[in-house]
């Protein structure tokens, strides 16, 4: 028995009659029958009643229609499982927030395509709060992002806690000092938080550092964007507390000093899929691994940044 035997016999019982059934399965009417003959043969038994018009099943044939039903469905799933999986085998989607550019993220990239040739890789820009959601309707395979986001279906991964730094415009008298610069100090003056939305987002988590130590910036102005923020701190129009792996990029009349409270960072996180262990995954996982080892080898020998040893990240 294969599955074009169900597959014939379910139409012939819906359509209950053999010419419409025929033309819907666009064969002719008597090897149809001989298919249904043929099958009766293989059950020992009589699926329709003979003589009926229109066609109507025995007993036995309703309870083998519903059967052979779900059968045909579960093999229609399993068809289109199995072309979802490959495909997936052959794309990797990842999204991340925008810091993640200034860190290693471009070289984890490389270093993926170098070991997957023949995979198609996507990066997509996303907050993440709008990563969970990607993770969970298949859009993309794996979200690199920054806040702790407790979620049933999504495997949450802290990969490093990476130190802020201050983003000062030139012209600040405190632009000159190249020595850590407290939060009390930071606050004293008007502040620039990115992104304006979705929210919950790293302008929350900025924010709430000033408030665990019981600060309130002089003036929040939200931006949406992390260029914006930059290019209006080069306007004179505040500080900005960002990843120290985007100390990398220098805009004209910007300058970075280290935060000096240790509890200013941010946590770099990978989240995927509960249970998602495909090779992929797995071989993203070893990569990184094999990057901070080499961070960590640099800087023993000697290799600073603004925010010390804390500094060098994936984000």
Known sequence: MELRHLRYFVTVADEQNFTRAAERLHISQPPLSRQIQDLE????????ERG???LKLTEAGRFFHTHATRLLEQATEAIHTTRRVAQMERRMVIGFVSSTMYGALPRLVRLFRAARPNTELALLEMSTVEQMEALKAGRIDVGFGRLRLDDPAVKRE???????VVAIPCEYEIANDTGPMSLSEVAR?????????PRPSYADQVLSIFRDKGLEPVAVHEVQELQTALGLVASGMGLCLVPASVHRLRPDEVVYRAVLEPQAVSPIIMSTRVH????????LRQLIDD???EQAQARSRGSTAPGGDRAESLS
């Open 41 to 48: 043969e293989e059950l020992g038994l009589q699926l329709f």
């Open 52 to 54: 009926s018009r229109p």
């Open 158 to 164: 802290v990969l490093r806690e990476e130190a802020l």
């Open 189 to 197: 003056h008007p502040n620039l938080v990115y992104p304006r939305k």
């Open 276 to 283: 998602d262990d495909s090779t992929d995954i797995v071989l």
């Open 291 to 293: 990057i901070y080892r």
